[in-house]
């Protein structure tokens, strides 16, 4: 065999080398736990009626972009340019539309309960997206099975760790594991697969606002320390949603472009 033809042999079985490394590195580390702190969100804001306002009231960008992607791209899902990948653009925009419902069930009087239909949806939205861009990426892959599957992997992400909290202390490595698989492979599958550089710039771009989220997420009490007016975890729903905003944004501009894939 060439040496060209060895090489990208290797690229594409990058992707799936880089997932089972991931399961095993978690397997071999151990349950991975949720903060004891968890639930203590520095927002106190009271607005509109609403406790902890902020953190609700921030969830309502999600529900404006699904709505946004489900106008714009539901009626023209054969379109060749959202065919290949629309099962899982389609779970996508469920996990995105019902994150806005669930967080902000959830942000209104935090707890366990409540948090699973907060990660619900998220998994949901991170499972699709994964099925999207790699029946895209790669041709005869059928992306209604992918978002099937990965649509079970992430209710039972969710639920496995709602039952181990709940026997003795909670795992998050498969939520983990759902959440990180989309910011590696969907570059990585764009890269070796070439797809149109547009798709490559603007979903980077939706994955960097995703990475910038979840670390507002992490300094929630100290952005709000410093800043004085939001808090680190209202700002991550608003870069999260800045971030789907833009992969939507990518989707319509896709359908109204001559020529783009």
Not at 27 to 47: C, K, M, N, T, W
Not at 146 to 153: H, I, M, N, R, Y
Not at 158 to 176: H, I, Q, S
């Amino acid at each position: 065999m060439p040496r060209i033809e060895i090489m990208k042999a290797s690229l594409r079985s990058l992707p799936l080398a880089i997932t089972l490394a991931a399961c095993f590195l978690l397997v071999v580390h151990g349950p991975i736990l949720q903060l004891a702190h968890y639930h203590e969100f520095a927002d106190r804001s009271f607005l509109l009626g609403l406790p902890h306002g902020a953190d609700v009231l921030s969830n309502l960008g999600f529900a404006l972009v699904g709505g946004w992607g489900w106008l714009k791209l539901a009626p023209v899902r054969s379109h060749p340019a959202l065919r290949a990948g629309w099962p899982g653009y389609r779970l996508f925009l469920l996990g995105l539309t019902l994150t806005a419902l669930g967080s902000s069930f959830y942000h209104w009087a935090p707890d366990n309960a409540r948090l699973v239909w907060d990660r619900l949806p998220i998994a949901l939205a991170c499972a699709g997206l994964l099925a999207a861009v790699r029946a895209e990426t790669r041709p005869g892959i059928e992306a209604g099975r992918d978002a099937a599957l990965l649509a079970v992997f992430a209710i039972a992400s969710v639920a496995w760790w709602y039952a181990t909290e709940l026997w003795v202390k909670g795992d998050l490595r498969p939520y983990l594991l759902l959440q990180g698989l989309p910011l590696v492979l969907v570059p990585l599958w764009q890269a070796i697969y070439r797809a149109p550089r547009l798709d490559r710039v603007w979903f980077g771009v939706a994955l960097l606002l995703y990475v910038f989220a979840k670390g507002a997420e992490v300094f929630d009490h100290e952005l709000l320390a410093a800043l004085g007016w939001i808090s680190g975890h209202t700002l991550k729903h608003l870069l999260a949603t800045g971030a789907a905003a833009v992969l939507v944004g990518r989707l319509v501009q896709r359908i109204s472009m001559d020529g783009e894939p």
